[in-house]
T-cell receptor, first 115, second 108 residues
């Protein structure tokens, strides 16, 4: 049963702590993405990776870091440098555009709250 | 100007009504267009891709007007289960750009 999984579903963090959000996919997709969504706002791109061992900053990368050591996994670390980390974090994957499509499929999301 | 603009709504319609949403985009080089549906506190899910010739999937019809740079979604015979936020999505350089969504509320 192919899909994208994210864990945990809910995460609470104290100020000053780093936390890592997990994203795994078994769709054999090359590209993976991280977004955050705030109430009443659209999705904003944090980081993306078109291929293993390579990733690029999105529109709001400050205070976040990622790694892409395996095709299936794209973890996101929210560091203490992120000033307003409370948000809904969504991971997505796709077959890159040069293969004819860039439809993105989303995981169920992680809701992060900073206490 | 935002890259993708949508009327946030909400659009309140009775069951059985026909409702249409529009979306405008600023990047004339965009090649791919989509409508996603997002339920409250859930992830977005692909509703349909939008093709230049227009396309239909059951009660849903999507149209693309490249000259005017807008995309539309028409929902016929609205169901209670259609209540959700509909996101207009347009391709950019190596990424997709999401609109903030149009909220639809279908009432009995």
């Amino acid at each position: 049963d192919g899909g994208i999984t994210q864990s945990p579903k809910y995460l609470f963090r104290k100020e000053g702590q780093n936390v890592t959000l997990s994203c795994e996919q078994n769709l054999n997709h090359d590209a993976m993405y991280w977004y955050r969504q705030d109430p009443g706002q659209g999705l904003r791109l944090i980081y993306y990776s078109q291929i293993v061992n390579d990733f690029q900053k999105g529109d709001i990368a400050e205070g976040y870091s990622v790694s892409r050591e395996k095709k299936e996994s794209f973890p996101l670390t929210v560091t203490s440098a992120q000033k307003n980390p409370t948000a809904f974090y969504l991971c997505a994957s796709s077959v890159p555009r040069d293969r004819g499509t860039d439809t993105q499929y989303f995981g169920p999301g992680t809701r992060l709250t900073v206490l | 100007r935002k890259e993708v603009e949508q009327d946030p709504g909400p659009f309140n319609v009775p069951e059985g009504a026909t409702v249409a949403f529009n979306c405008t985009y600023s990047n004339s080089a965009s090649q791919s267009f989509f409508w996603y549906r997002q339920d409250c506190r859930k992830e977005p899910k692909l509703l349909m891709s939008v093709y230049s010739s227009g396309n239909e999937d059951g009660r849903f019809t999507a149209q693309l007007n490249r000259a005017s740079q807008y995309i539309s979604l028409l929902i016929r015979d609205s169901k209670l289960s259609d209540s959700a936020t509909y996101l207009c999505v347009v391709s950019g350089f190596q990424k997709l750009v999401f609109g903030t969504g149009t909220r639809l509320l279908v009432s009995p």
